[in-house]
């Protein structure tokens, strides 16, 4: 039976390459999706990766609807060792081992390793059982996964659906997945453009970008035509253009202290934001907050932030009004 409680992650690995890249987009408004207020006393420290933890598998897929994966094309691959469950089942290991989601979808893990590659994922963990794995249907998958996006009918459900997944995404995440999102999409389609059918499948890795290898793999190996490929990216591209997100929130975490200053938090950048003056700071991906030291005295109430800027550290001392003191 299909596990609906992780179907949701399903589309976002299997057909349409994500990546973090970051987002030209300036902070428009003053909203987070996540809004949490925390109270300080004079001489407390509030450590912000308590509350923002971005290697953590994001929860928002749990709250989003799923796709739809029982269509007859779909299903008349099922055998009797592998069916569309095991699909569903590999690519959500592929979603959580590699660690996608909205502050990281590029595949950026591998084993413990952190860094970008483009290797397939091992489907031999995907497929446990009492007694340790499943060896027939581990042994059987490959050829599964193969035969399913060797045909066209069911490779034209599953990218339709992976766009519908891809568009709920952008309605449920901050503005800026979208902005990230396109900018990948553009990314693998100026990729495209230098495949052939015959271009050659070796040392992937170097590629960078987990997608451009899954798509050269289906190139390769599932013997899919590059126009295919480039006219569902377009497609995807002008759907995902199409979306009205002016009403969505353009930070992941809004989080005010002493109900005094606010920091929110998006992909690759931050900004401050006083609740009593019009001052607001905004910072990009070259420098992060570690830690919120709040300091009052009879002149007033004042917020040392730490943290590094292009890898240097560096301490912040502003008033609640967000005014530099030093």
Not at 70 to 92: E, P
Request: aromatic fraction near 14%; charge should be positive; include cysteine.
């Amino acid at each position: 039976m299909i596990n609906f409680k992780r179907i949701i992650y399903i589309f976002l690995p299997l057909f349409t390459g994500l990546l973090l890249i970051s987002a030209s987009i300036i902070m428009s408004n003053n909203e987070g999706l996540k809004k949490i207020e925390k109270k300080l006393n004079d001489g407390e420290v509030l450590y912000l990766s308590s509350i923002i933890d971005p290697i953590k598998v994001d929860d928002l897929f749990n709250k989003k609807p799923f796709p739809n994966v029982t269509a007859a094309v779909v299903r008349s691959f099922d055998n009797d060792t592998n069916n569309v469950s095991d699909l569903v089942n590999y690519a959500n290991f592929v979603s959580e081992s590699r660690n996608l989601g909205y502050w990281s979808v590029i595949p950026y893990s591998y084993n413990g390793e952190t860094f970008s590659n483009t290797r397939i994922t091992d489907p031999t963990y995907t497929f446990r059982d009492q007694t340790g794995y499943d060896w027939k249907k581990i042994y059987g998958f490959r050829n599964y996964y193969h035969l399913l996006f060797r045909n066209k009918a069911a490779r034209t459900i599953l990218a339709d659906q992976t766009i519908d997944f891809l568009c709920l995404l952008c309605k449920s995440y901050p503005s800026d997945f979208k902005t990230s999102l396109n900018k990948e999409l553009s990314v693998l389609l100026t990729y495209t453009n230098t495949l052939k059918a015959n271009s050659p499948l070796t040392n992937t890795d170097k590629l960078g970008d987990y997608w451009k290898g899954f798509i050269l793999r289906r190139v390769r190996l599932d013997n899919i035509p590059v126009t295919e490929v480039q006219a569902t990216i377009i497609k995807a591209q002008a759907k995902i253009d199409s979306l009205d997100l002016k009403n969505q929130p353009d930070a992941m975490y809004e989080i005010t202290v002493n109900n005094q200053i606010s920091i929110l938090y998006s992909i690759d950048k931050f900004k401050l934001v006083s609740k009593s003056s019009p001052i607001e700071l905004q910072f990009g991906y070259d420098a992060s907050i570690q830690t919120i030291f709040y300091n009052k005295d009879k002149t007033g109430d004042f917020y040392m932030l730490n943290g590094f800027q292009n890898n240097k550290p560096f301490k912040w001392l502003f008033n609640k009004n967000l005014e530099r003191i030093n």
